[in-house]
């Protein structure tokens, strides 16, 4: 379970943070989806009491989103915080991509 919860916040969801804290609101009670290049998909809903859960090969895990120094901050219950910069300001029906690990590209959509 360990290495799913890496390799989803490898792949995770990046949201506006600081003046433009818009997508993490706008996704409230939409779901986000994030697609690796290969593929590998992960489903992540983000909740206004700054808790998220996310779903990848049939096991969800929960967790705490915040700002701070704006960035989106994202810690995994039981799991180490791990913080992503700024990608605009992003609504239901918008799909963005942005790098992933290892020189990949990752596709987000809110659903």
């Not at 943070?17 to 994030?34: D, I, K, P």
């Not at 992960?42 to 909740?47: D, K, L, M, P, T």
């Not at 096991?59 to 799991?79: H, I, K, N, V």
Request: net charge negative.
């Amino acid at each position: 379970m360990h290495k799913i919860i890496i390799a989803a916040l490898s792949m995770a969801v990046v949201f506006t943070a600081g003046a433009q804290a818009g997508t993490v609101e706008n996704s409230f009670g939409h779901t986000v989806v994030s697609r690796t290049a290969d593929g590998q998909e992960s489903r992540w809903q983000y909740f206004p009491d700054g808790t998220y859960t996310m779903t990848m090969n049939d096991q969800t895990t929960r967790g705490a989103w915040a700002y701070a120094d704006g960035q989106l901050c994202l810690t995994p219950a039981g799991g180490q915080q791990v913080c992503y910069a700024d990608t605009g300001d992003h609504h239901v029906g918008d799909t963005w991509t942005m790098p992933g690990a290892n020189n990949t590209t990752v596709t987000i959509r809110i659903e």
